[in-house]
């Protein structure tokens, strides 16, 4: 018995000094982690001040464990030697974390100089995405304001989680696009940009394109796919996989070839249904690409889904009713004119947006109500000469300038340069 318990007392004492080394080691190891932690992200930071400071603690315990008399050592040696195997079993396990923690953020680095080198390889456009209004050279865009146009907005939601829509057989016409058309004004783009944050705030949110004659890059259909396929790189990881053997460079230049070997085809090999829900894209304002090459883009997206199905992607198509677009687009089964609402539906809508935008008007604007006559972008310049950017008026200055309107006329009254936005707009 003697032999024994003297036997238990060397081990321990062996495996105090070999845990020892082992921390000793572990604390080079978070020691070094600590010094190169700068040059990772917050995440792999935090896990190396962390992991030091667990050896530290796990030190300080063995440190308490050496400090006992040969008598506590002796008395203590079972619960001694279980004391050195949880400071293992807690080192090792702090160890892997932190390891795993590294893996991670190296991966993520490496996706992201993936990402990097290859849409340096496209024609991208970053006005176009749906959240750029407000940066330079952009026009300044918004959502719907709260409680308008929420019976679209949650038919096209809807539309955007069914998760039978896109499993059909394409040749019946592809569910998985949708096209919203309205005349000029009618607030097609505020509706898309809407979308675009009900589906990010769902995490289906794939990419956008929000046409404009306003610049270059968002007028011109080469810009449309690369700066698409650029914003699914991000959204779904695996694409960039496949994206390393598309010779980029070369396709780039050719419109005609983006849908089938940019997107279609680098889509479907990628695609794992297990592990991302599908994605919907947002093109809006296709009207406005030039030389006519939005009705070719739509014509060339849909004869594509109709011979391919496409799954985990959607597409939600805007465009005012153009003869040729609107050809293409009576195909599809998922479409909507902004003309059948209910003109009190829309009147209501109206109503709600003035008086977010006028608190201190709210019962004098009817006559703004009927003169937008279901033209939100009227209203929206109503709005715009009674809170001028940059010319805070009071309310008194308000309620004058709209009484000026009812005398004049708001189509006499309204500045010239208000006009021209409408007219812009158009």
């Excluded at 956008?208 to 890059?217: A, D, I, L, M, V």
């Amino acid at each position: 018995m003697l032999m024994l318990v003297s036997q238990k007392y060397f081990d321990n004492e062996e495996d105090l000094k070999a845990m020892m080394e082992r921390v000793s080691s572990r604390l080079v190891e978070a020691n070094r982690a600590l010094l190169r932690s700068d040059d990772y992200s917050i995440d792999v930071a935090a896990s190396s001040k962390q992991l030091a400071e667990l050896v530290v603690a796990e030190a300080l315990e063995i440190h308490n464990i050496q400090s006992l008399s040969l008598s506590e050592k002796t008395l203590g040696q079972d619960s001694i030697a279980q004391q050195i195997n949880k400071c293992l079993d807690r080192l090792d396990q702090g160890t892997q974390e932190h390891h795993r923690t590294v893996t991670q953020a190296i991966a993520r680095n490496v996706h992201q100089l993936l990402e990097h080198s290859l849409t340096s390889q496209l024609s991208y456009a970053p006005n176009a995405l749906f959240n750029a209004g407000g940066k330079a050279g952009t026009s300044s865009r918004q959502p719907c304001t709260p409680n308008t146009r929420e019976n679209l907005l949650d038919r096209l939601e809807a539309w955007a989680l069914d998760p039978v829509v896109g499993m059909e057989d394409p040749s019946a016409g592809p569910m998985s696009v949708f096209w919203l058309s309205g005349m000029a004004g009618t607030d097609k783009s505020t509706i898309a940009y809407t979308l675009c944050e009900r589906l990010r705030a769902c995490g289906r949110f794939g990419a956008s394109f929000f046409c404009s004659r306003n610049e270059e890059q968002t007028r011109s259909r080469k810009f449309i796919i690369p700066t698409i396929v650029g914003q699914l790189v991000s959204a779904y990881k695996p694409l960039v996989d496949i994206l390393r053997d598309v010779p980029l460079r070369l396709l780039d230049p050719v419109p005609n070839e983006h849908i089938s070997e940019l997107l279609v085809n680098p889509w479907s090999a990628a695609w794992q249904p297990k592990r991302q829900a599908p994605l919907v894209i947002v093109i809006d304002a296709l009207d406005e690409i030039v030389d006519n090459q939005g009705v070719d883009f739509i014509k060339q997206l849909i004869s594509s889904l109709s011979r391919t199905q496409l799954c985990g992607l959607k597409f939600f198509l805007t465009s005012r009713p153009h003869p040729d677009i609107k050809k293409s687009c009576d195909q599809l089964r998922a479409r909507f004119r902004l003309e059948e609402i209910q003109p009190s539906e829309v009147k209501e809508d109206i109503r709600r947006f003035l008086c977010e935008q006028l608190p201190d008007l709210k019962t004098e604007l009817d006559p703004v109500v009927e003169e937008s006559a279901g033209i939100f972008i009227y209203a929206a310049t109503v709005v715009r000469h009674l809170r001028p950017p940059g010319v805070p008026l009071t309310a008194g200055e308000q309620k004058a300038r709209l009484k000026r309107l009812r005398t004049v006329g708001f189509g006499n009254e309204i500045a010239a340069d208000d006009v021209g936005k409408i007219l812009k707009g158009l």
